[in-house]
Protein backbone atom coordinates (compact mmCIF):
# COMPACT_ATOMS: atom_id res chain seq x y z
CA UNK A 1 0.00 0.00 0.00
CA UNK A 2 0.84 3.73 -0.60
CA UNK A 3 1.21 5.23 3.01
CA UNK A 4 0.29 9.00 3.10
CA UNK A 5 1.96 11.20 5.55
CA UNK A 6 0.08 14.41 6.87
CA UNK A 7 2.25 17.23 8.43
CA UNK A 8 2.10 18.86 11.10
CA UNK A 9 -0.43 16.77 12.68
CA UNK A 10 -2.31 19.63 14.41
CA UNK A 11 -1.88 23.78 13.47
CA UNK A 12 -2.72 26.94 15.72
CA UNK A 13 -4.13 29.75 13.29
CA UNK A 14 -5.53 32.88 13.45
CA UNK A 15 -9.10 34.00 11.42
CA UNK A 16 -7.13 36.02 8.75
CA UNK A 17 -4.31 33.85 8.55
CA UNK A 18 -3.21 32.03 5.40
CA UNK A 19 -2.11 28.50 5.96
CA UNK A 20 -0.39 25.71 4.55
CA UNK A 21 -0.67 21.56 4.84
CA UNK A 22 1.62 18.93 3.45
CA UNK A 23 0.67 15.54 2.37
CA UNK A 24 3.58 13.31 1.44
CA UNK A 25 3.07 10.07 -0.79
CA UNK A 26 5.49 6.83 0.21
CA UNK A 27 5.95 6.62 -3.84
CA UNK A 28 5.10 8.65 -6.45
CA UNK A 29 1.17 9.31 -6.95
CA UNK A 30 1.47 11.83 -10.41
CA UNK A 31 -1.31 14.16 -9.37
CA UNK A 32 -3.70 11.48 -7.91
CA UNK A 33 -4.22 13.68 -5.02
CA UNK A 34 -7.38 14.29 -3.34
CA UNK A 35 -8.01 16.91 -0.01
CA UNK A 36 -10.99 16.70 2.60
CA UNK A 37 -12.56 18.73 5.52
CA UNK A 38 -14.18 17.16 8.12
CA UNK A 39 -16.33 18.72 10.79
CA UNK A 40 -16.56 17.24 14.51
CA UNK A 41 -19.77 15.26 14.03
CA UNK A 42 -20.06 15.64 10.06
CA UNK A 43 -19.07 13.84 7.09
CA UNK A 44 -16.10 14.92 5.29
CA UNK A 45 -16.20 17.49 2.35
CA UNK A 46 -14.12 17.43 -1.08
CA UNK A 47 -12.09 19.81 -1.64
CA UNK A 48 -9.85 19.50 -4.37
CA UNK A 49 -9.30 16.49 -6.78
CA UNK A 50 -6.09 15.94 -8.90
CA UNK A 51 -3.64 18.06 -6.68
CA UNK A 52 -4.52 21.29 -7.58
CA UNK A 53 -8.87 21.34 -8.86
CA UNK A 54 -11.47 22.75 -6.78
CA UNK A 55 -14.67 20.71 -6.41
CA UNK A 56 -17.61 21.92 -7.63
CA UNK A 57 -19.01 24.88 -5.19
CA UNK A 58 -15.63 25.27 -2.90
CA UNK A 59 -14.54 28.67 -2.98
CA UNK A 60 -11.13 29.54 -4.34
CA UNK A 61 -9.58 30.62 -0.74
CA UNK A 62 -8.40 26.38 -0.87
CA UNK A 63 -6.00 25.85 -3.08
CA UNK A 64 -3.62 22.41 -3.90
CA UNK A 65 -0.36 22.08 -5.28
CA UNK A 66 2.32 19.01 -5.83
CA UNK A 67 2.69 16.18 -7.83
CA UNK A 68 4.75 12.94 -7.23
CA UNK A 69 5.31 12.52 -3.66
CA UNK A 70 4.86 15.91 -2.47
CA UNK A 71 1.27 17.95 -2.00
CA UNK A 72 0.01 20.93 -0.32
CA UNK A 73 -3.14 22.25 0.41
CA UNK A 74 -3.39 26.32 1.22
CA UNK A 75 -6.24 27.91 2.85
CA UNK A 76 -5.98 31.95 2.29
CA UNK A 77 -7.81 34.56 4.88
CA UNK A 78 -8.91 32.09 7.48
CA UNK A 79 -12.61 32.02 8.60
CA UNK A 80 -14.33 30.17 11.66
CA UNK A 81 -15.63 28.10 9.65
CA UNK A 82 -12.42 26.58 8.34
CA UNK A 83 -11.06 25.22 11.75
CA UNK A 84 -11.30 21.86 10.89
CA UNK A 85 -9.15 18.50 10.03
CA UNK A 86 -8.19 18.12 6.94
CA UNK A 87 -7.35 14.71 5.27
CA UNK A 88 -5.36 14.25 2.04
CA UNK A 89 -5.84 10.95 0.18
CA UNK A 90 -4.18 8.97 -3.12
CA UNK A 91 -6.03 7.17 -5.58
CA UNK A 92 -3.22 6.23 -7.85
CA UNK A 93 -3.42 2.88 -6.38
CA UNK A 94 -5.61 0.78 -4.72
CA UNK A 95 -6.14 0.70 -2.10
CA UNK A 96 -7.10 4.47 -1.77
CA UNK A 97 -5.10 5.03 1.72
CA UNK A 98 -5.80 8.60 3.61
CA UNK A 99 -3.20 10.32 5.35
CA UNK A 100 -4.12 10.66 9.00
CA UNK A 101 -5.05 14.11 9.17
CA UNK A 102 -4.13 17.67 9.99
CA UNK A 103 -6.49 19.47 12.65
CA UNK A 104 -6.56 23.29 12.35
CA UNK A 105 -7.52 24.72 15.33
CA UNK A 106 -7.86 28.77 16.02
CA UNK A 107 -5.04 30.34 18.28
CA UNK B 1 -28.70 17.20 -7.27
CA UNK B 2 -26.67 14.02 -6.35
CA UNK B 3 -27.60 12.48 -3.07
CA UNK B 4 -25.64 9.27 -1.43
CA UNK B 5 -28.43 8.40 1.25
CA UNK B 6 -27.13 5.94 3.38
CA UNK B 7 -29.56 3.65 6.05
CA UNK B 8 -29.68 4.10 9.53
CA UNK B 9 -28.24 3.51 12.84
CA UNK B 10 -27.63 -0.26 13.66
CA UNK B 11 -27.33 -1.80 17.26
CA UNK B 12 -25.76 -5.30 17.45
CA UNK B 13 -24.17 -8.20 19.17
CA UNK B 14 -21.24 -9.73 18.62
CA UNK B 15 -21.58 -12.96 15.89
CA UNK B 16 -24.80 -11.08 14.27
CA UNK B 17 -24.49 -10.47 10.91
CA UNK B 18 -25.63 -7.13 9.27
CA UNK B 19 -26.04 -5.03 6.11
CA UNK B 20 -26.13 -1.71 5.48
CA UNK B 21 -27.13 0.43 2.47
CA UNK B 22 -26.48 3.52 0.55
CA UNK B 23 -28.83 4.45 -1.99
CA UNK B 24 -27.30 6.44 -5.21
CA UNK B 25 -30.12 9.99 -7.06
CA UNK B 26 -29.32 12.35 -8.87
CA UNK B 27 -26.70 10.61 -11.65
CA UNK B 28 -26.25 7.30 -13.63
CA UNK B 29 -25.78 4.71 -10.96
CA UNK B 30 -23.40 3.16 -13.05
CA UNK B 31 -21.09 5.78 -14.16
CA UNK B 32 -19.46 6.01 -10.61
CA UNK B 33 -17.97 3.69 -8.42
CA UNK B 34 -18.90 3.96 -4.75
CA UNK B 35 -16.82 3.66 -2.09
CA UNK B 36 -16.90 2.64 2.00
CA UNK B 37 -14.95 4.35 4.54
CA UNK B 38 -14.66 3.63 8.19
CA UNK B 39 -14.15 6.18 11.14
CA UNK B 40 -13.69 4.47 14.32
CA UNK B 41 -14.31 7.39 17.49
CA UNK B 42 -12.09 10.10 17.45
CA UNK B 43 -9.63 8.56 15.06
CA UNK B 44 -8.76 9.01 10.96
CA UNK B 45 -10.81 7.79 8.08
CA UNK B 46 -9.85 4.13 6.99
CA UNK B 47 -9.99 3.30 3.09
CA UNK B 48 -12.00 0.17 3.33
CA UNK B 49 -12.86 -0.79 -0.92
CA UNK B 50 -14.23 0.27 -4.15
CA UNK B 51 -17.32 -1.41 -5.81
CA UNK B 52 -18.29 -0.62 -9.22
CA UNK B 53 -21.89 -0.80 -10.16
CA UNK B 54 -21.31 -1.54 -13.73
CA UNK B 55 -19.71 -4.69 -14.02
CA UNK B 56 -19.42 -5.58 -9.86
CA UNK B 57 -15.35 -5.68 -9.68
CA UNK B 58 -14.82 -5.21 -6.04
CA UNK B 59 -11.14 -3.83 -4.44
CA UNK B 60 -10.82 -4.45 -0.98
CA UNK B 61 -8.33 -2.40 1.35
CA UNK B 62 -5.68 -5.31 2.74
CA UNK B 63 -7.25 -4.21 5.97
CA UNK B 64 -10.75 -5.48 5.10
CA UNK B 65 -10.24 -7.71 2.54
CA UNK B 66 -12.61 -10.53 4.36
CA UNK B 67 -14.12 -9.06 6.89
CA UNK B 68 -16.35 -7.23 4.63
CA UNK B 69 -18.71 -7.79 1.57
CA UNK B 70 -19.41 -4.87 -0.80
CA UNK B 71 -22.36 -5.38 -3.60
CA UNK B 72 -24.77 -3.61 -5.30
CA UNK B 73 -28.52 -3.86 -6.84
CA UNK B 74 -28.33 -1.42 -9.96
CA UNK B 75 -31.98 -2.03 -10.27
CA UNK B 76 -32.31 0.37 -7.33
CA UNK B 77 -29.00 2.39 -7.67
CA UNK B 78 -28.21 0.82 -3.67
CA UNK B 79 -24.90 0.04 -2.88
CA UNK B 80 -23.98 -2.35 0.12
CA UNK B 81 -21.60 -3.37 2.76
CA UNK B 82 -22.08 -6.07 4.71
CA UNK B 83 -20.60 -8.27 7.44
CA UNK B 84 -21.37 -11.97 8.34
CA UNK B 85 -19.90 -12.04 11.59
CA UNK B 86 -19.66 -8.45 13.68
CA UNK B 87 -16.52 -7.98 15.64
CA UNK B 88 -16.80 -5.23 18.51
CA UNK B 89 -13.95 -3.58 16.87
CA UNK B 90 -16.27 -3.16 13.81
CA UNK B 91 -17.93 -0.51 15.51
CA UNK B 92 -17.40 3.07 13.93
CA UNK B 93 -18.97 5.26 11.72
CA UNK B 94 -19.37 4.20 7.85
CA UNK B 95 -19.10 6.11 4.75
CA UNK B 96 -20.36 5.78 1.23
CA UNK B 97 -18.88 8.16 -1.33
CA UNK B 98 -19.13 8.81 -5.35
CA UNK B 99 -16.35 8.73 -7.11
CA UNK B 100 -14.65 8.66 -10.14
CA UNK B 101 -11.27 7.29 -11.93
CA UNK B 102 -10.05 10.90 -12.73
CA UNK B 103 -11.96 13.03 -10.13
CA UNK B 104 -11.36 10.99 -7.32
CA UNK B 105 -13.97 11.53 -4.57
CA UNK B 106 -16.58 13.95 -5.38
CA UNK B 107 -19.78 13.45 -2.92
CA UNK B 108 -19.96 11.11 0.66
CA UNK B 109 -23.06 9.95 2.23
CA UNK B 110 -24.14 10.95 6.53
CA UNK B 111 -22.82 7.68 7.31
CA UNK B 112 -24.26 5.22 9.30
CA UNK B 113 -23.20 4.54 12.56
CA UNK B 114 -22.79 0.82 13.64
CA UNK B 115 -22.53 -0.24 17.25
CA UNK B 116 -21.18 -3.73 18.27
CA UNK B 117 -21.65 -4.53 21.78
CA UNK B 118 -22.67 -7.60 23.80
Known amino acids: DIQMTQSPSSLSASVGDRVTLTCRAS??????LAWFQQKPGKAPKSLIY???SLQSGVPSKFSGSGSGTDFTLTISSLQPEDFATYYC?????????FGQGTKLELK | EVQLVQSGAEVKKPGESLKISCKGS????????IGWVRQMPGKGLEWMGI????????RYSPSFQGRVTMSADKSISTAYLQWSSLKASDSGMYYC???????????WGRGTLVTVSS
Open chain 1, 27 to 32: QGITNY
Open chain 2, 51 to 58: FYPGDSDT
Open chain 1, 89 to 97: QQYYSHSYT
Open chain 2, 26 to 33: GYTFTYYW
Open chain 2, 97 to 107: VRGHRELGVDY
Open chain 1, 50 to 52: AAS
